[in-house]
């Protein structure tokens, strides 16, 4: 599913930040998020950007943000995290719609996107057999953790580097993708990932692999590596339009030589049964370090071990929750 990066939502909640006058701390479905006082009374509705918004430049309820430029980013305000932006539905034109109307084209609004691969680089479009990457941000989907309550399930480490997939079809020859284009083969990253592993021949016919693209020179290379390597999070049987369970994908690439992203806890049985499923135990848990580094990770991405349909996602349960120090301090 995609996210809905500027929809209509609730206020919740409202309270006073100790020494500001002029602003308030709003809860907005997962997040804390700082508003102009005056402009909310709890229960109120509310357009909510998420991190990442770049917003129109043009636009007269836009223009605040100029000095800092237009990308919504994770702030500290008198202390307060904040994240997102929550403006009063008075900037839509005609009727308020109701909650959870995605209203981002027409505010002219658009997603950050940090890297745009080379035109010279692109072979054509992603594979339609295959899902892209993407984790949804447990603050803006609150509901997956009654899902996932009671069930196995494993947290990973989210690696700060690149997407890619490798799709093998029934016929014809390997697909190497970034985020959203298949790739020429060629001298790039993602073409290095498939001869190193030759994923032409590993991979069995019908199936995608897809993997965190990590080392130097691709952003900032915070797990320090020597060289590019490739650690796979999802494994697709596109005959089936099923993944891999969390066991059998490490057996498919263990098989293959190939790294699997880092898994930080197993949680099953009884621990998994009392398991404290609250927002604030996921913040902590997304704090720390890539291990043997100085480096602070970007977060974890959660999933039971046994894929399982999502009815909040409309697509499987798995979400990430990203380091709110990282956000503050780490994040370029
Ligand atoms: P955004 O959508 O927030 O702008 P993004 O789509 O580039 O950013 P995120 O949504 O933050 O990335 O996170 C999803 C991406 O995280 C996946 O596409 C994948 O490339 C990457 N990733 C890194 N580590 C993992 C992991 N352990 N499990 C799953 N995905 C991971
Ligand atoms: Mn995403
Ligand atoms: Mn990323």
Redesign the pocket.
Known sequence: MERKLVSVQCVDHLEPIAGADNILKARVMGWDVVVKKGEFTPGDPCVFFEI?SVLPSGAPWAEFLRPRGFRVKTARLRGVLSQGLALPVSILSGEVPPRGTDVREQLGVV?FEPVLPDTREIAGPFPGQVPK???LRLQSALGVLDELRGLDFYV????DGT?ATFFRPLEGELVACSRNWALRRGPNPVWRMAERYALDTVLPPGFAVQG?LCGPGIQKNRLGLSDLDLFV?SVHDTRTGVYLDQTALAAFCAERGLRT?PVEHVVTGDAARTFDHGLEHYLKLAQGFYTGTRNRKEGI?VRPLVERHSPTLGGRLSF?VINNDFLLKDED
């Open positions: 990442d997603k990457t993407d984790e990973t480490t989210k690696l997407s965190e999070f992203v991405v990430k």
